[in-house]
């Protein structure tokens, strides 16, 4: 989403009611039956505020999980963020295994995995798999939804 239609769409949640605490750390929370109570304060540093809210939504981001998967017992490499290391045709250094969407670099879409996917099918096959990544679209399910190509 660029800079404008993230703005945009800002301006319209908060119409909503929604009230947005950018570049801004939790420090502390008590939650109560009727929602919860927050310290927050600024991330670059300065004073700290308490915050009383019905619901609280965090967002720090997203990552991975192949903890679990037992890549390390095949011998398969990870990056230090604990993505699948894969090559162009998304084949990691173990012959035979393959890796798109989610656990490679990238963004975490899922019309991305989904043309991973055929492509890395393609390669199998010893066809030409391609996805175009400036065509895969993204979407955050709100009101109003927003989509980005």
């Known amino acids: 989403m660029d800079l404008e239609i993230g703005k945009a769409f800002q301006k ?26 927050l310290t927050v304060e600024p991330a670059k540093g300065g004073a700290a505020e308490k915050l009383n809210a019905d619901v609280v939504l965090v967002s720090v981001g997203r990552k991975p ?32 295994v393959f890796a798109i969407g989610d656990v490679i670099a990238g963004p975490m879409l899922a019309h991305k995995a989904e043309e991973e996917g055929i492509a890395a099918v ?10 175009n990544y400036d065509c895969i679209p993204g979407v955050v399910y709100t009101h109003p939804e927003v989509a980005t190509v």
């Open 12 to 37: 319209s949640l908060e119409k909503q009611g929604l009230k947005f605490k950018l570049s801004t750390k939790v420090t502390g929370a008590t939650v109560r039956a009727d929602g919860a109570t």
């Open 65 to 96: 999980h192949t903890s679990t998967l037992g890549l390390d017992k095949v011998g398969v490499n990870v990056d230090d963020k604990g993505r699948v290391v894969v090559n162009s045709h998304y084949a990691t250094n173990v012959p035979g």
């Open 122 to 131: 393609e390669f199998m096959a010893g066809k030409h798999g391609h996805v």
